[in-house]
């Protein structure tokens, strides 16, 4: 009996969430500074995680999440109110990411499919000894095509198919940059963790 009642007391308080966000995007839409500003305050920090891993630095990404917000008001229109608000502007600042990098022509294919050998995990227990921050720095010195199509598969959980559609690339070339990216990544953390020590 008493989880049925914290159940609902659950179901109250999400659908109170749901409500109070659904406020504050009408109030955005209508044009309201206090709601915009309120929006941009409470998703600013996870967007700049996603701006981050994508930029090369921190101006970088900073400028990725002025522009992203913007697409966002511009935007807030088309949400259709299903699925996660959250979720749905994460896509709109990936397409902004992926868009500044294919302004600036930085996607090259890299090598051929035959080339790549098989993904071993005895390389992640490195990764586990590092802290977040320094992971999210060695990311960002990835080449661009590299980080892109890394991010995109590991953090985005996007497909090789669904990354070579979205980059005009081949999937080959997808598989390739995310091999490569992966055995530079292993390089830059190897050398970060013998200077930590």
Not at 82 to 94: C, D, N, T, V
Not at 118 to 140: A, Y
Not at 146 to 153: C, D, P, R, S, T
Not at 154 to 183: C, P, Q, W
Request: glycine share 4%.
């Amino acid at each position: 009996m008493a989880s049925n009642i914290l159940n609902r007391i659950g179901v109250l308080i999400n659908v109170d969430q749901i409500e109070n966000e659904q406020q504050l995007i009408n109030n955005c839409i209508s044009g309201k500074p206090e709601a915009q500003k309120k929006l941009y305050l409470k998703y600013s920090p996870k967007m700049m995680i996603v701006c981050l891993r994508y930029g090369s630095n921190k101006q970088d990404a900073e400028d990725l999440l002025q522009e992203g917000f913007l697409k966002v008001f511009k935007s807030l229109d088309q949400y259709r109110r299903y699925g996660s608000f959250e979720g749905w502007m994460r896509k709109i600042f990936i397409n902004t990411a992926l868009a500044s990098f294919k302004d600036k022509n930085k996607l090259m294919p890299i090598v051929a499919i035959e080339n790549i050998e098989k993904n071993s995990d005895e390389h992640l227990e490195i990764v586990d000894r590092l802290n977040g921050k320094d992971l999210l720095k060695l990311i960002q010195l990835l080449p661009d095509a590299y980080k892109l199509v890394f991010n995109l598969h590991v953090f985005e959980g996007y497909k090789h198919k669904e990354i070579a559609a979205m980059l005009n690339i081949s999937e080959g070339t997808s598989k390739s940059n995310l091999h490569d990216a992966r055995k530079i990544l292993q390089t830059l953390i190897q050398k970060h963790l013998k200077k930590a020590n």
